[in-house]
């Protein structure tokens, strides 16, 4: 049996500033996706991940086109006698990577059943193409983050070369990530936020200065293991992401939730205007608290690890 996973990710700073390559931190966590191959008497694409209501509806095209990208690059076509299951713990939501995850996940299986010999980079690469494919243009973080797992930060080369990516040393450390319900496009919130930077370009020349403060602020306080901090830059970051119009109602309720619960920060991470709130819990306890206060008001919640090497 060929087999292959591609983790979750959650963005700790850079959600949307690095798609314009601005340094980002990101973080695998423990969840991820995981796709079967076998052989068969016909094509056939099973999808049996878990998921948010209406997720895979609303992104059955980009996980068609994810796919179709997948096949090509293997040289497989509909006539091709083989079974892809996908399957894992990764709730699919919007935020968490998800696509990247499956991306990473099947083309490590078919590296595996093709006998490709592919290295990480490689499978890097393959799973970012899908990821363009289904999604739009993408900054890469999602896919390097389901490919290599563990802390990373990451620069997108914007002309097209390597990025840049920097395994970060960080304590582990409990979040809670607590789902809105909504889904979103990432291709559409994307070209949504650059319109708003063409017609902005001082509010946003303005923010991606206040953006590098907390990059570099937050770096530090990761390697140093200090949470007081790293909360209160999230909560910075969400501000930040708020007047970037990618927040939205829901997101600014649930904020309230956490941190009335006492998480030490939160934030909207990834795509946003739904998706999920990461939030900053140290310990079992206060992860257990605040997952308590989202379920309480019937908001699913997912208590995971950030800082965790694959
Ligand atoms: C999506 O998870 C993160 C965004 O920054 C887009 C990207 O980096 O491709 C919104």
Same mark, same amino acid.
């Given at each position: ?10 963005i ?5 500033? +690095?798609?314009?390559g601005? !340094?980002?931190?990101a973080?695998a966590?423990?969840?991820?996706a995981?796709?079967? *191959?076998?052989? $068969? ?27 179709? $990208?997948l096949?090509?690059?293997?040289e497989l ?20 990577g998800? $696509? ?18 592919f290295?990480?980079e490689? *499978?890097n690469?393959?799973a ?6 289904g999604s739009? !243009?993408?900054?890469? *973080?999602?896919?390097?983050?389901? +490919? ?10 914007l ?23 909504i ?37 530090n306080?990761?390697?140093e ?10 909560n910075?970051?969400h ?6 119009? +990618?927040?939205?109602?829901k ?19 990834g795509?946003g205007?739904?998706?999920l709130?990461?939030?900053?819990? !140290?310990g ?10 989202f379920?309480e008001?019937? *908001?699913?919640?997912?208590?995971t690890?950030?800082g965790?090497?694959?």
């Amino acid at each position: 049996m060929n087999s292959g996973k591609g983790f979750g990710k959650t963005i700790l700073f850079g959600d949307h500033f +690095v798609v314009y390559g601005h !340094p980002g931190i990101a973080s695998a966590i423990n969840d991820y996706a995981e796709t079967v *191959i076998e052989d $068969s008497d016909k094509f056939e694409f099973i999808d049996n991940r878990p998921a948010t209501q209406g997720y895979k509806e609303k992104k059955k095209n980009e996980i068609q086109r994810q796919l179709n $990208s997948l096949m090509n690059f293997f040289e497989l076509n509909e006539n091709s006698k083989i079974k892809i299951t996908v399957s894992g713990n990764l709730k699919c939501a919007s935020g968490v990577g998800a $696509s990247a995850a499956l991306a990473a996940s099947i083309a490590r299986a078919l590296n595996e059943k093709f006998k490709k010999n592919f290295d990480d980079e490689k *499978i890097n690469e393959i799973a970012f193409k899908a990821e363009e494919a289904g999604s739009g !243009p993408a900054s890469g *973080i999602d896919n390097t983050c389901a +490919v290599y797992g563990g802390m990373i930060s990451f620069t997108k080369n914007l002309e097209g070369g390597k990025n840049k990516i920097e395994l970060i040393e960080s304590k582990e450390c409990e979040i809670v990530l607590a789902n809105s319900g909504i889904t979103q496009e990432t291709k559409v919130v994307v070209g949504e936020v650059k319109k708003w930077k063409e017609s902005h370009p001082e509010k946003f020349s303005e923010l991606e200065k206040k953006y590098l403060k907390i990059y570099e602020k937050g770096l530090n306080a990761l390697k140093e293991g200090n949470w007081k901090e790293l909360g209160k830059l999230m909560n910075e970051k969400h501000e930040l992401l708020k007047q970037l119009t +990618v927040s939205c109602d829901k997101l600014n309720e649930m904020q309230k939730i956490a941190l009335n619960a006492g998480a030490f920060g939160a934030k909207l991470t990834g795509t946003g205007r739904g998706g999920l709130l990461l939030c900053l819990t !140290p310990g079992k306890e206060l992860q257990e608290k605040t997952a308590k206060a989202f379920e309480e008001k019937g *908001i699913e919640t997912r208590k995971t690890k950030i800082g965790v090497k694959a």
